[in-house]
């Protein structure tokens, strides 16, 4: 059974500090892995997708990595500003376009 | 072109009774998946339905059950609430069910059950 852990479980910076967000996964048989952002309340925001053939992609402040051998991937997050305060969601998926998530790092940027 | 939408946004319910939520995917896409967010934990899958059919489906008892439309939309629903039943209910879409494609979600259903 695919079990997916993020690590840390909060965070809190200041602005403009760079941060690395941490997921590890126990079944390295995966199709790709996603970050998403969640707000308090609402659904999520797909901010990355890393092919299982890929070793990193990149969107704006983001940059996501993957190491499919030891099950891990890291979402860093450069010049980090108050807007980013959200909780961050890794998930893998192993079948179609079924997700196994991690229960997520809930970030605060503070001004 | 309007995001995944789902209604209602709140609902409350007590135990024992039945619930349906709603889902309208993203114009063409044509597979539609359910999950649920308990407070604090990450979303777990009920559900995947894809021109019709069921695709997938997570361990949750026979008490939730769902369906697709020809339009493409989906209704989840959960019979005999139990209070560990509340929680937020996410519906997202996608164009097909391969492997490598992006999933759209909606901005959920919360459920609470008393």
């Known amino acids: 059974k695919q079990e997916v852990t993020q690590i840390p479980a909060a965070l809190s910076v200041p602005e403009g500090e760079n941060l690395v967000l941490n997921c590890s996964f126990t079944d390295s048989a995966i199709y790709n892995l996603q970050w998403f952002r969640q707000d308090p309340g609402k659904g999520l925001t797909s901010l990355l997708l890393i092919q299982s053939s890929q070793r990193e992609q990149t969107s704006g402040r983001l940059n996501a990595s993957l190491d499919k051998s030891s099950g891990r991937s890291t979402l860093y997050i450069a010049a980090s500003q108050p807007g980013d305060s959200a909780t961050y969601l890794c998930a893998v998926s192993t079948s179609g376009s079924r997700l196994t998530f991690g229960e997520g790092t809930q970030l605060t940027v503070n001004p | 072109d309007a995001g995944v939408t789902q209604s209602p946004t709140h609902l409350i319910k007590t135990r024992g009774q039945h619930v349906t939520l709603r889902c309208s995917p993203i114009?063409?896409?044509?597979?539609v998946s359910w999950y649920q967010q308990v407070l604090g934990q990450g979303p777990q899958f009920i559900f995947q339905y894809y021109e019709k059919e069921e695709r997938g489906r997570g361990n949750f008892p026979d008490r939730f059950s769902a369906r697709q439309f020809p339009n493409y939309s989906s209704e989840l629903n959960v019979n005999a609430l139990l209070l560990g039943d509340s929680a937020l209910y996410l519906c997202?879409?996608?164009?097909?069910?391969?492997?490598?494609?992006?999933?759209?979600f909606g901005s959920g259903t919360q459920l609470s059950v008393l």
């Open positions: 997202a879409s996608s164009r097909l069910v391969i492997t490598n494609e992006k999933l759209f």
């Open positions: 114009s063409g896409h044509k597979s």
